[in-house]
């Protein structure tokens, strides 16, 4: 067993192609009783079809990890940078993947 392995810790490779990462705009969640489906969308101004970058499938168990991770992170970075500003407005036409579904 590696030392790392030993020490409780997980060696995670990031390749070149994933580091440089998507850019998205909006998330699509829905959910069933046994998984939920984030799919990470681009939407340009303009263009009527918007692209789904990536799609995340997680455990409900993981989901609500990440939940808490994501709002440590989020008070984390207002302590250093300040209130992260919401605007009201939220997509004017239908998103209906079907499913239940959130948007973010």
Do not use: C, W
Not at 27 to 44: G, K, P, Q, T
Not at 85 to 97: D, H, I, M, V
Request: hydrophobic content about 45%.
């Amino acid at each position: 067993m590696a030392a790392a392995e030993q020490q409780g810790q997980i060696n995670i490779e990031l390749t070149e192609e994933i580091a440089e990462g998507e850019y998205a705009n909006l998330a699509m969640i829905a959910h069933s009783h046994s998984e939920f489906v984030i799919d990470f969308i681009r939407l340009m101004p303009g263009i009527p079809k918007a692209k789904v970058k990536s799609r995340v499938v997680i455990t409900p168990e993981h989901a609500k990890r990440f939940l808490a991770a994501l709002e440590e992170n989020i008070l984390k970075y207002e302590q250093s940078f300040g209130a992260i500003k919401q605007t009201p407005e939220a997509p004017s036409f239908p998103l209906n993947f079907g499913g239940t579904i959130g948007e973010a």
